[in-house]
């Protein structure tokens, strides 16, 4: 898809919004751990989030100079929880290089993490000053019990993997990746925009209506993209390396053979470690075969559509808004990318 003005957005909010990140982070001794603090933010992903936390302030009328600290915290804690998760799940590239934990070790990986941790805290601290108290307290709120949600859901879907509970229902599924991925990728970035722009609590709680099966179609599609997509910057079939349980997983368990079934299930048990290229292209070669890919990739469409219409419906308000459009065009495209 290309010429997609909400991409040229997000492009164009960048920049500022790293500025404001390069600010809080120290150059100080000692240098090597100083490195690893500032390598995830100067990798920049795609800043999904704070561009929708900015979009979301300007479609309801806030001025955008007041949210950018919301939006450089916001893409803080993406790279330190990016740094804890590729830990976690012994993730091997992130941002098209090696990830921090295969760089340095786990531990001085976490400790890095950690740092960028405390900075986004102090973001939200001068935030407060930015905005008041009552915004600023609203905020700051939003981001510890939005960070405990997501806790929780990478709780849920570690746990599984500890567990060696390799059959997941749909409905846990989707009960892990409200928690983990709806709030965060989200609710709260479209909340936290219509704080600064002032928007009642009432408001607040309509965007769930349509940010949450927005959340379920952008990871449903993330999930997919694991397993086909060669050009984001991760490695492909990723998740079946890492054991990953997702809705395209269920759906192979539920179709096919009870032969094939258990050999699935052999290799999911299997530590990263020893699972062989064989094994990955088996498990991709039955994922096509039963057509579980393109079974979760309709999941996804079918969500990305009723978010779209609840969102117009929410919205009706503010025709004629660009950021709106804006918006509508993530929405869509979230199902339509290719990394």
């Given at each position: 898809?290309?010429?997609?003005?909400?991409?040229?957005?997000?492009?164009?909010?960048?920049?500022?919004?790293?500025?404001?990140?390069?600010?809080?982070?120290?150059?100080?001794?000692?240098?090597?751990?100083?490195?690893?603090?500032?390598?995830y933010p100067n990798r920049q992903g795609k800043y999904f989030r704070p561009g929708l936390l900015l979009l979301s302030c300007e479609m309801y009328g806030g001025n955008?100079?007041?949210?950018?600290?919301?939006?450089?915290?916001?893409?803080?804690s993406e790279d330190w929880l990016l740094i804890h998760d590729d830990v976690e799940d012994g993730s091997e590239e992130r941002r098209g290089k090696p990830t921090l934990?295969?760089?340095?070790?786990?531990?001085?990986?976490?400790?890095?993490?950690?740092?960028?941790?405390?900075?986004?805290?102090?973001?939200?601290?001068?935030?407060?000053?930015?905005?008041?108290?009552?915004?600023?307290?609203?905020?700051?709120?939003?981001?510890?019990?939005?960070?405990?949600?997501?806790?929780?859901?990478?709780?849920?879907?570690?746990?599984?993997?500890?567990?060696?509970?390799?059959?997941?229902?749909?409905?846990?599924?989707?009960?892990?990746?409200?928690?983990?991925?709806?709030?965060?990728?989200?609710?709260?970035?479209?909340?936290?925009?219509?704080?600064?722009?002032?928007?009642?609590?009432?408001?607040?709680?309509?965007?769930?209506?349509?940010?949450?099966?927005?959340?379920?179609?952008?990871?449903?599609?993330?999930?997919?993209?694991?397993?086909?997509?060669?050009?984001?910057?991760?490695?492909?079939?990723?998740?079946?390396?890492?054991?990953?349980?997702?809705?395209?997983?269920?759906?192979?368990?539920?179709?096919?053979?009870?032969?094939?079934?258990?050999?699935?299930?052999?290799?999911?048990?299997?530590?990263?470690?020893?699972?062989?290229?064989?094994?990955?292209?088996?498990?991709?070669?039955?994922?096509?075969?039963?057509?579980?890919?393109?079974?979760?990739?309709?999941?996804?469409?079918?969500?990305?559509?009723?978010?779209?219409?609840?969102?117009?419906?929410?919205?009706?308000?503010?025709?004629?808004?660009?950021?709106?459009?804006?918006?509508?065009?993530?929405?869509?495209?979230?199902?339509?990318?290719?990394?």
């Amino acid at each position: 898809m290309k010429n997609i003005k909400s991409l040229e957005y997000l492009k164009s909010i960048k920049l500022q919004v790293f500025n404001i990140i390069q600010g809080y982070l120290p150059v100080k001794t000692p240098d090597a751990h100083y490195d690893m603090v500032l390598d995830y933010p100067n990798r920049q992903g795609k800043y999904f989030r704070p561009g929708l936390l900015l979009l979301s302030c300007e479609m309801y009328g806030g001025n955008i100079e007041e949210a950018l600290l919301s939006a450089a915290a916001i893409q803080l804690s993406e790279d330190w929880l990016l740094i804890h998760d590729d830990v976690e799940d012994g993730s091997e590239e992130r941002r098209g290089k090696p990830t921090l934990n295969v760089l340095h070790g786990n531990e001085l990986a976490i400790n890095a993490g950690d740092a960028l941790h405390v900075i986004m805290w102090q973001i939200l601290g001068d935030n407060i000053n930015l905005l008041g108290d009552n915004r600023g307290h609203q905020i700051y709120n939003l981001f510890n019990q939005t960070l405990l949600t997501t806790i929780e859901g990478q709780y849920l879907d570690l746990s599984w993997i500890h567990s060696d509970q390799v059959e997941v229902e749909e409905s846990n599924y989707f009960d892990m990746i409200t928690r983990k991925t709806c709030y965060y990728t989200a609710v709260a970035p479209l909340q936290i925009g219509a704080i600064i722009a002032g928007q009642t609590k009432k408001e607040l709680e309509s965007i769930k209506d349509w940010a949450i099966p927005f959340g379920y179609a952008f990871q449903i599609w993330d999930d997919c993209m694991n397993l086909t997509s060669t050009k984001q910057g991760k490695e492909l079939a990723g998740d079946i390396l890492e054991g990953k349980r997702t809705l395209i997983l269920s759906h192979l368990l539920k179709n096919c053979s009870d032969a094939e079934k258990e050999k699935v299930i052999k290799i999911y048990l299997k530590n990263r470690g020893d699972k062989q290229e064989g094994d990955k292209q088996y498990i991709l070669a039955l994922m096509h075969g039963y057509g579980s890919i393109k079974y979760a990739q309709g999941i996804a469409k079918n969500y990305s559509a009723s978010a779209l219409k609840v969102f117009e419906s929410n919205t009706d308000h503010l025709k004629g808004s660009i950021y709106k459009q804006y918006i509508q065009e993530l929405m869509e495209f979230v199902v339509n990318r290719e990394q």
